[in-house]
Every structure is written in C-alpha cells, then in structure tokens.
C-alpha cells in the first residue's frame, strides 16, 4: 500500500536502525574574547547570588541595629547635656537673682550702687572698685587679728644688752656708730652718710684692726659688755644661781645683727630650763641689770 504524499516521513530510526543521524552545525565557533565575557558574566551572577545569602543579610542587619543603637544613644547624650546645661543656666541665674537681692537690701553701703539699672556704667565700677578695695582691707584686717590671736609666739631667750664701751677702749663714738652701721645696717645708724665719710671710718676701721690685732667679731665682743654685767641671776624652783655660775652654765656669746647677745638656745637640754609648775610662776627666771 502506497504512502500518501502529504503524509509525515517516517522517522529515521525507523528507517534506518542503529544508525545515529549526524547533523553539521550552523553556529559559528566563539572567539577567546567571547568566552572571557562568558565567564565573566557568569562570575558576576554568582557573586549577586552569594550577597543574597543569610549571613550577609544577618550582617547587614546588625549594622543597621548598631546604627539605631549609636543613634539613640546620641540622642540621650544630647538630651542629657541640654538637660544639664539648662539646670546650670537656671542656678546661675538664680545666683545672680540673689546677688542683685543681696545688693539691693543690704546695709553695707556701696552694694546697691553697684546694681542700680538705671545708673550709668562708669559709675557703677566706681562703686564696685570701692567696694572690692573696703572687703579687701577688711579681710585683711581680720586675719591679721585672728593671726595674732591663734598664734602664740614663743618668748624670747634672749638677753639683749646695747650699749658699747668704746670708750675704755680709745673708740670714739663716730668709729662706734659706724660699727654698728657695719654690723646691724641703717636701723641704727643713718644709712645716708657721705661717701667720702664713710670710706675715712672704714679706713679707721681697718687701722684699729690691724693695730689691735682683731677681727671685727672679736672688736664687737671687746666693746659689748660681758655676761657678769648683762645678768645678776638665775631663779628656779630646783636651783639658784648668781652672776657666774649662771654665766657658765647656762648662757653663751653669739654674735648677731644687734651685736653680741647672750642665749641659752646653744646649750643642751640637760638644763631643765622648761617650766616645772603649771601656772604663771615656776619657769625659770633671769635677773638682769
């Protein structure tokens, strides 16, 4: 039976079995540049892939909560310190409300000056210097007196005995004079002497030094007068001592500022010098002429 025209060929695996049909290809062979662009393009989709995936949509959401977070907490940082410094504006105020009040009521004289709106600026630093120097004074005045008071001085040790006999010793007054100028500076002697002068009295000093042989600690202590005549005694409740022996055991030549002094500061603490009976008597005691 013969096959119609119209009818579809059988297939060629029917036709011709274990044959495989073999069909040329039309598509021209790609290029290296081709391909690069291939897999490039397939680099690139696998990339947009991998971002997609949940870590990097994990990470990316922690970043979006610590920049919330940080943002809130910029707004309570900021929130706070305009709250502080509102607070600081408001008692700074209020301290300058009760300063203008002060001023305002008080007795003291010159405060209210000082406040007075309608008064002109330079007059109301006049009275602010006035005012600034009286509490100056006044503070100063009250701890000199609170100094004085709380603070208690310690009597002195010392002996003092001024006068010089530079007469015993061929030493006129000027040469005497000028000594103590030497030794203690102008608050005895007048420190305005001529210059002239005052270089023939160091010419005359130097030769009866140089005469006599002596320094100018040993020239103060020939013409100071000795311990024996400074002081008569010594009384205390343990023991009484006259001239001498009080001399002896208890004081020493120093030589200072004021000449030579007798002192019981360089002796040594074996003396009991310190006062044995509580009240105003007891202590020990130095008679002097």
């Not at 397939?42 to 990339?47: A, I």
């Amino acid at each position: 039976m013969a096959a119609k025209a119209d009818d579809d060929p059988p297939a060629y695996h029917t036709v011709y079995p274990g044959r495989s049909l073999t069909t040329k290809s039309t598509t021209p062979p790609r290029t290296e540049e081709e391909e690069g662009e291939e897999k490039v393009e397939k680099r690139l989709k696998e990339v947009k892939q991998e971002s997609k995936t949940p870590k990097d949509i994990d990470v990316k959401k922690e970043d979006e909560e610590s920049r919330l977070h940080r943002g809130c907490s910029r707004d309570d940082l900021t929130k706070t310190t305009r709250g502080i410094i509102k607070q600081a504006s408001d008692m700074t105020q209020g301290a300058q409300d009760a300063l203008v009040e002060f001023c305002n009521k008080t007795t003291a004289h010159g405060f209210n000056h000082i406040v007075k709106e309608e008064q002109h600026l330079l007059l109301r630093l006049f009275w602010l210097f006035v005012t600034m120097t009286g509490l100056v004074l006044l503070l100063s005045a009250c701890y000199d007196v609170t100094y004085s008071a709380l603070v208690t001085r310690r009597p002195s040790t010392q002996v003092i005995y001024h006068d010089l006999h530079s007469s015993e010793y061929n030493v006129s007054k000027t040469l005497a004079s000028y000594l103590q100028l030497a030794i203690r500076g102008p608050d005895v002697a007048n420190p305005w002497f001529d210059s002239r002068r005052r270089e023939v009295l160091n010419d005359e000093l130097d030769d009866y030094l140089k005469v006599n042989n002596l320094t100018l600690s040993e020239m103060v202590t020939l013409l100071s007068p000795s311990c024996e005549e400074v002081i008569v005694g010594c009384f205390s409740p343990r023991k009484d001592r006259y001239s001498n022996e009080c001399c002896r055991d208890l004081f020493s030549p120093t030589i200072t500022t004021l000449g030579l002094c007798y002192t019981t500061l360089t002796q040594g603490a074996t003396l009991h010098l310190n006062q044995s009976i509580t009240g105003l008597i007891g202590g020990h005691r130095i008679l002097s002429c």
